[in-house]
């Protein structure tokens, strides 16, 4: 026995009975605010401390080209060793560091920066010498460490050869380092 609107809500109610929903499922029932915020800052690349044409020369030769995804668990500091990377290799003027903040060039997202991690992963390519001074081009994906953005660690992982494990000498292995 199912009872009738009626019988539950009472005289004067009115049920429809539909047999397909009218709002197709791409569109959600409620919603969501969308309030779309974006930064548009002009900033001449950096001065590197090798030619363009040396690095365009070494990406054609595969044998010296490394690709590695740099993973780690939430604030153990990969993104601070890209930029450490990226500092020795390029030619800084100190009108463009501040004292303050340090240089995050790989978060060049508005939410990246004011939450101080890193959501999408981030590709740089930067020449390195080994320790015999041969020049390798070292393509590095500095990726996200929270767990929530796996998939982003996962993607990095696929696209290169290898992985730069970064862990925080005082905290040891986390448990997104042991997943990684």
Not at 49 to 75: C, K, R, S
Not at 125 to 140: A, D, E, P, R
Not at 153 to 176: F, H, I, K, P, S
Request: proline content about 5%.
């Amino acid at each position: 026995y199912y009872p009738t609107a009626e019988e539950i809500y009472g005289e004067g109610t009115e049920a429809l009975v539909m047999e397909e929903d009218a709002q197709p499922l791409e569109e959600p029932i409620i919603k969501p605010i969308k309030e779309k915020k974006f930064l548009v800052e002009e900033r001449h690349a950096l001065e590197c401390n090798y030619p363009l044409e040396f690095m365009a020369g070494l990406a054609q030769n595969p044998d010296l080209v490394w690709n590695v995804a740099t993973i780690g668990h939430l604030h153990h500091g990969k993104t601070l060793l890209v930029d450490m990377m990226v500092e020795e290799t390029h030619q800084i003027r100190h009108t463009e560091r501040s004292n303050e903040k340090p240089m995050r060039y790989t978060d060049t997202r508005l939410d990246e920066q004011a939450r101080g991690i890193s959501i999408k992963s981030a590709p740089m390519t930067i020449v390195m010498q080994g320790s015999s001074g041969k020049s390798y081009l070292f393509n590095t994906i500095d990726s996200p460490g929270h767990v929530g953005f796996s998939d982003e660690l996962t993607a990095a992982l696929r696209l290169t050869d290898g992985a730069l494990l970064v862990v925080d000498a005082a905290e040891g292995l986390m448990c997104q380092t042991e997943r990684s």
